[in-house]
């Protein structure tokens, strides 16, 4: 299958130079109409974003392609790998059309769709498939209408003032990260990865980051040295005192913490993906909380407890159908008709266990020793005063167990309307507005990823018409405490704070 797909592509690739030299070119641009290299920018902000251009950026792009700095397959690859364009997140059919109306000027024909589309399908990435547009006669036309230097997307004959951009960063890691200038090799591999997009400024940033030759590097240096740095490596500026001040102020002891924190927040600012499309790399930021992994969540998870209803306890039934998987080694302590009424009368009959013991949910979160608890209650709690018993009932957890963290879970919704959906909508409310006043205490949202169109609970997710859980609704479940998780620590560690995972 590959190797005829290979043979397709050759054959259209092949076509794409004969079609245009016997112009068939339905829509094509009319360059003559336009001005140079602001018609070129221009249009790529049309096609690519969908949008008029922005004086800041339009200024950038036109200086950039105007000194040589940056070639016009560089300037397409800015636009088209950019983050704004990841957000209007084509399908590959739609991204291949976009590829032949930004790259060819015209819409495409139904060999070469099919053929791209096929090979974007069948596993190739759309930087392979933008290399094979950059390469045809029809870009190298359309740059050549706009009085463009076409460039080449992965190749040693780039002219050496497009790489002069990528060459700059690359040794701004070497000497900012390692404290020496980068060795031809080193330069070499590195402009050829980050001018295909094979590599994005954000990876190549990430990988000195984490090189060992710089954490030994870094063992020695004070945390405004440490911040001097980024501004140097990621910015290629120097910072004032007042940037200084504001970062210090939010690194602690924790050398690798203070180091994710300040990667996180320089990777993903504005300010470096201007550097780094200025000199015709893909920032590859906004991955955010993305490069979480997932053995940092697992650790997450280990130290957690999870403490509910029937409803709950579901989750201990699906652990061991499916295992635990990311959850990893999370106590689940949950018992039918637990309310928080049973709680406060402590009714050893209908509260949760901890290693066979019956406990109180501030009991149990003390004596695990957990360091996060996830609380999902309301399903038999629902009546008047609830939200005032609820807070009554995260007081007194909060209060045996300072330091710990609390995630109160959103009510899950009813089918049968038992209890009515709208009490149900009434105590997350009031949930909400408590964890938005007290510190440590943090609402996720439960309800909203298992509602249907009218507003009840799913019924390919509820198992009984009522309030309990398929497995699928508990794969779901996981599935946004993970995502939440996820966030929360990347998050936390653009704070600065340590979690001790």
């Known amino acids: 299958m590959r190797s005829k797909l290979l043979s397709?592509?050759?054959?259209?690739?092949?076509?794409?130079?004969?079609?245009?030299?016997?112009?068939?070119?339905s829509n094509q641009v009319n360059a003559d109409?336009?001005?140079?290299?602001?018609?070129?920018?221009?249009?790529?902000?049309?096609?690519?974003?969908?949008?008029?251009?922005?004086?800041?950026?339009?200024n950038n792009w036109v200086n950039s392609l105007t000194s040589g700095r940056v070639s016009g397959s560089q300037a397409a690859r800015g636009f088209l790998f950019s983050n704004e364009f990841q957000r209007r997140n084509l399908d590959n059919r739609t991204f291949v059309v976009t590829l032949y109306r930004t790259m060819f000027g015209r819409e495409a024909d139904d060999t070469g769709l099919s053929a791209?589309?096929?090979?974007?399908?069948?596993?190739?990435?759309?930087?392979?498939?933008?290399?094979g547009f950059v390469g045809s006669s029809e870009w190298a036309q359309i740059c050549a209408s706009y009085g463009i230097s076409t460039g080449?997307?992965?190749?040693?004959?780039?002219?050496?003032?497009?790489?002069?951009?990528?060459?700059?960063?690359v040794n701004h890691l070497y000497s900012g990260f390692l404290g020496r200038s980068a060795d031809p090799t080193g330069l070499a591999d590195w402009r050829s990865k980050l001018s295909s997009g094979r590599t994005t400024g954000f990876d190549a940033a990430y990988g000195f980051m984490h090189s060992q030759e710089f954490m030994s590097r870094a063992q020695s240096m004070s945390n405004t040295t440490i911040v001097t740095l980024f501004y140097n490596t990621f910015l290629g500026r120097n910072p004032s005192a007042q940037e200084v001040a504001s970062y210090t102020a939010r690194m602690g002891s924790n050398l690798n913490s203070n180091l994710e924190m300040l990667f996180l927040s320089f990777a993903n600012s504005t300010e470096f993906v201007d550097y780094c499309e200025e000199r015709g790399i893909i920032p590859g930021t906004g991955n955010g909380a993305s490069i979480i992994s997932d053995a940092d969540v697992t650790a997450f998870f280990n130290q957690s407890v999870l403490i509910g209803s029937s409803v709950t306890d579901g989750f201990n039934m699906y652990f061991n159908a499916y295992g635990r998987g990311i959850m990893g080694n999370i106590r689940v302590c949950a018992r039918a008709s637990y309310s928080l009424l049973n709680d406060q009368a402590n009714r050893s009959a209908y509260i949760p266990q901890l290693n066979g013991t019956p406990m109180r949910a501030r009991d149990?979160?003390?004596?695990?020793?957990?360091?996060?608890?996830?609380?999902?209650?309301?399903?038999?709690?629902?009546?008047?005063?609830?939200?005032q018993r609820y807070y009554s009932y995260l007081d007194d957890i909060r209060?045996?167990?300072?330091?710990?963290?609390?995630?109160?879970?959103?009510?899950?919704?009813?089918?049968?309307?038992?209890?009515?959906?709208?009490?149900?909508?009434?105590?997350?409310?009031?949930?909400?507005?408590?964890?938005?006043?007290?510190?440590?205490?943090?609402?996720?949202?439960?309800?909203?990823?298992?509602?249907?169109?009218?507003?009840?609970?799913?019924?390919?997710?509820?198992?009984?018409?009522?309030?309990?859980?398929?497995?699928?609704?508990?794969?779901?479940?996981?599935?946004?405490?993970?995502?939440?998780?996820?966030?929360?620590?990347?998050?936390?560690?653009?704070?600065?704070?340590?979690?001790?995972i």
């Open 8 to 25: 397709i592509l050759l054959t259209l690739s092949i076509s794409i130079s004969i079609a245009f030299g016997a112009g068939i070119r």
């Open 33 to 58: 109409t336009t001005e140079g290299v602001e018609g070129f920018v221009t249009r790529l902000y049309e096609i690519c974003l969908e949008r008029e251009p922005d004086q800041g950026g339009f």
């Open 116 to 131: 791209w589309t096929e090979s974007l399908n069948s596993g190739s990435t759309r930087e392979l498939v933008f290399n």
């Open 152 to 169: 080449a997307s992965s190749s040693s004959s780039q002219n050496s003032s497009a790489n002069g951009g990528i060459d700059e960063f």
């Open 364 to 387: 149990i979160i003390r004596n695990s020793g957990a360091r996060f608890a996830f609380i999902c209650m309301g399903t038999n709690d629902i009546c008047n005063g609830v939200v």
């Open 399 to 500: 209060s045996v167990n300072p330091n710990v963290i609390i995630f109160v879970e959103a009510c899950t919704p009813s089918r049968d309307g038992r209890p009515m959906n709208s009490d149900i909508n009434a105590l997350n409310q009031g949930m909400r507005e408590y964890c938005d006043t007290h510190s440590n205490c943090y609402f996720i949202d439960t309800n909203t990823p298992f509602l249907d169109s009218s507003g009840r609970f799913a019924a390919n997710y509820c198992s009984d018409g009522n309030v309990h859980m398929t497995y699928s609704g508990y794969a779901k479940w996981i599935e946004v405490l993970t995502d939440y998780v996820r966030q929360f620590i990347y998050e936390q560690r653009i704070a600065g704070n340590d979690l001790g």
